[in-house]
Nanobody, 124 residues
Framework: QAQLVESGGGSVQAGDSLRLSCGAS????????MGWFRQAPGKEREFVAA????????SYADSVKGRFTISRDDAKNTVYLQMNSLKAEDSAVYYC?????????????????WGQGTQVTVSS
C-alpha cells in the first residue's frame, strides 16, 4: 500500500522559513511527478508546486514563485518544499501528492496518492 507522509509544518512569523518533507513508502515514486497542494479554511485545495522525475522540471503557482522551492531525492523517496519569506496568506494545510504519470499537473484530480497533510500557520 503506497503511503505519503508530510512533516515539517508549524507556526511561524511572517518572513520566516519552513521546509516541508514528504516521505513515500510502499512503492517507489521514481518516474512519477510529485506535487504540493494546500488548502486554507473555507477555500478549495490549490496547486502550489510540482516536480517531474525527468529532468526534475519544476512548476509553481504564481503566488509562491520566487519564494518556494520544490525538490526531490529519489534515493530517499522524499520530496521537499522549501518555503521562504512566508506570508499570512500562506497559512493552510499542505498536502503532498504523487502524479499517476510524470506530468506535474496543476490539477489535483491527476494525482494518484495523497498524504494526510501538515499544518502551516503564519502570523503577521
Amino acid at each position: 500500500q503506497a503511503q505519503l507522509v508530510e512533516s515539517g509544518g508549524g507556526s511561524v512569523q511572517a518572513g520566516d522559513s519552513l521546509r516541508l518533507s514528504c516521505g513515500a513508502s510502499g512503492r517507489t515514486f521514481t518516474y512519477h511527478a510529485m506535487g504540493w497542494f494546500r488548502q486554507a479554511p473555507g477555500k478549495e485545495r490549490e496547486f502550489v508546486a510540482a516536480i517531474k522525475w525527468l529532468g526534475s522540471t519544476t512548476s509553481y503557482a504564481d503566488s509562491v514563485k520566487g519564494r518556494f522551492t520544490i525538490s526531490r531525492d529519489d534515493a530517499k523517496n522524499t520530496v521537499y518544499l522549501q518555503m521562504n519569506s512566508l506570508k499570512a496568506e500562506d497559512s493552510a494545510v499542505y498536502y503532498c501528492a504523487s502524479d499517476s504519470l510524470d506530468i506535474g499537473s496543476m490539477n489535483s484530480y491527476e494525482y494518484e496518492y495523497w498524504g494526510q497533510g501538515t499544518q502551516v500557520t503564519v502570523s503577521s
